[in-house]
Each structure stands twice: as C-alpha cells, then as structure tokens.
C-alpha cells in the first residue's frame, strides 16, 4: 500500500479540527481504555489498515488483556471477557458504524441509554463518528501502517 497525500500535511487545519475533537474526548466522560476499544473494532469494521494498526498498539500499551485484543471482532461470542458497558459500546458502534445497513433502530438506542448516560453516549457517538472519518481518510489516502513503514 502506497500513501496517495498526507492529508494532514496538506490540510493542517482540517487536521487540528479533528484533533480537537479526538482531545475532548480523551479528557471526556468515558475512560480511554473504552474509547480505544471501539476505536479499533469501528476500524476492524471499516478495514482500515493504519487504524488498526494504531489502536491495537495503544491497547496493547495500555495493559488490555490479550484475550480481549484477540477476540474483539468476534466480541458477541466471547461469553462474559467484555464487560456488560463494553459490550453495549461496541454494539452501539456497531450499529452506528454501520449505518446504511441497520438505520440504527430503536432497540439499539434503549441498549444503548441503558449501559450510558446521556453525555456518555454523545461521547460514545462522537468517537465513533470520529473514528469513522479518520478510517475513510486512512483508507481514501492510503495511510501506511506504522507496521508496514518499518519493515
């Protein structure tokens, strides 16, 4: 895989805006461990290479048990690994990531607003629309995994 553009190079600003967003979340109502799990199963979902790639690194970083790394993209079958709020945040990014298909229909939302407060899930929907746009960008533009650069 080649990069096309540096989009953060050639639009600094559009960069830093998406930034801005990314460190509010980071001092927001969810902990950072959360947000990185669905930052890396809406990438795991999109096929973005350079996110994956990223995020799997910060969890790694963070301690995340190797059972949950291993075992995210197919998290409804992992009985009880993830926890009742984990398990609400990655299906609600999953209907949310997948939009198109599921309309995010109602159930979702009350499973949703039942795990979350409402400031929480804002935040949960920030990150995953987030997270959405850098995939695209990633993905649109190329973006080199750190891996791959290295080897």
């Known amino acids: 895989m080649s990069n096309r553009i540096d989009y953060a190079k050639v639009s600094p600003d559009g960069y830093k805006a998406f930034g801005g967003v990314y460190v509010t979340l980071q001092k927001g109502s969810l902990p950072k461990d959360l947000i990185d799990l669905v930052y890396l199963r809406v990438s795991q979902i999109n096929g973005c290479a350079f996110c994956i790639d990223m995020h799997t690194r ?15 993209s197919v998290w409804h079958d ?60 990633g993905i ?4 080199t995994p750190v891996t791959t650069q290295q080897a």
């Open 58 to 72: 910060d969890l790694i970083k963070s301690g995340l048990a190797v059972e949950k790394l291993v075992l995210l």
């Open 78 to 137: 992992a009985g009880t690994l993830f926890s009742p709020r984990e398990r609400a945040a990655l299906a609600w990014a999953e209907s949310v990531t997948r939009v198109s298909e599921t309309g995010v229909p109602d159930a979702d939302y009350a499973a949703a607003t039942a795990a979350f407060s409402d400031i929480e899930l804002a935040d949960l929907t920030y990150a995953i629309g987030l997270m959405n746009a850098f995939n695209r960008f």
């Open 140 to 143: 649109a533009f190329r973006s």
